[in-house]
């Protein structure tokens, strides 16, 4: 499993199966957050099939199917509400963590400074510097 921390509650990473839930649980994850549209994926990996396992081991499990197109400024909000802005460890997948950062990336602006949120996403992997126009109009 590739998980990636960009803060202590909040890490992302690409698609998981439903085997891997009682890893994400014991790794301290409490919430997967699915950022990847069915349509993306075979009916194994579908988030239905997904939630089960995922309530089945324990876990919270929130469905906010992302793509380039729809990653609107409420959609980027609904994305915080159901991962960053809860309580617990949430981990949130799409195909490769890409858009799954960018969202909380997006999420972040106006509440930490632009070279915060750039440098949580190199500390994971994921370069965020084309967003830093966006991130530095919304600074707080």
């Known amino acids: ?30 919430r997967i957050l699915c950022n990847r549209p069915d349509e993306e994926v075979p009916a194994e990996l579908s988030a239905q099939s997904l939630q089960a ?19 609107t ?15 617990g460890v949430t981990f949130a997948y799409c195909a490769s963590g890409t858009r799954s950062c960018i969202a909380w990336a997006l999420g972040q602006a106006g509440k930490q400074s632009a070279d915060e949120i750039i440098a949580a996403g190199k500390s994971a992997g994921y370069d965020l510097e084309n967003l830093r126009p966006y991130l530095e109009q919304h600074a707080a």
Request: hydrophobic share 40%; glycine share 6%.
């Open 1 to 30: 499993m590739d998980i990636r921390q960009l803060t202590p509650r909040y890490f992302v990473g690409p698609q998981i199966a439903p085997d891997q839930m009682n890893a994400l649980k014991e790794a301290g994850i409490t």
């Open 53 to 71: 396992a995922a309530q089945a081991a324990g876990l919270e499990f929130a469905v906010q199917p992302l793509t380039h197109s729809t990653m």
């Open 73 to 87: 400024e409420e959609n980027v909000a609904r994305n915080r509400a159901l991962g960053a802005d809860q309580d």
